[in-house]
């Protein structure tokens, strides 16, 4: 079992895992044990840049939460490199639309890319 740190998207922010091929976050509808998604429902899954949560940001309406979530350029460094706990911040996409702006360890992460390659 993986922790899933939320920053932001359709997702409550907070603590989700990844477990059993599943992801496990907490929704407005499912706010207490969360809802559980199978990672074969993800549609695509990279790494965060300034850029690209940028775009998200927009297109979802997050506007300074990934701001907020990632800080300037050198942090988002920081939180993608995660020093020797090899942290990665990735955003994911699901078939059904929703986002996610999150962070977790980087073979967790590795996992996630392998089910959607």
Not at 6 to 14: I, P, Q, S
Not at 56 to 72: I, K, M, R, S
Not at 84 to 100: E, P, Q, Y
């Amino acid at each position: 079992m993986a922790k899933v740190k939320v920053h932001a998207g359709d997702f409550l922010e907070g603590d989700g895992q990844l477990s059993f091929g599943a992801l496990t976050l907490k929704t407005a509808k499912h706010n207490i044990m969360g809802e559980t998604i199978l990672i074969s429902q993800l549609e695509s899954v990279d790494l965060a840049s300034e850029e690209n949560v940028k775009k998200v940001a927009g297109t979802v309406g997050w506007g300074a939460v990934g701001a907020l979530a990632l800080g300037p350029a050198g942090l988002l460094a920081g939180l993608l490199l995660g020093g020797k706990k090899k942290d990665v911040t990735f955003i994911a996409k699901f078939k059904d639309g929703r986002k996610l702006l999150a962070t977790t360890d980087s073979k967790s992460y590795t996992k996630l890319q392998a089910a959607v390659f």
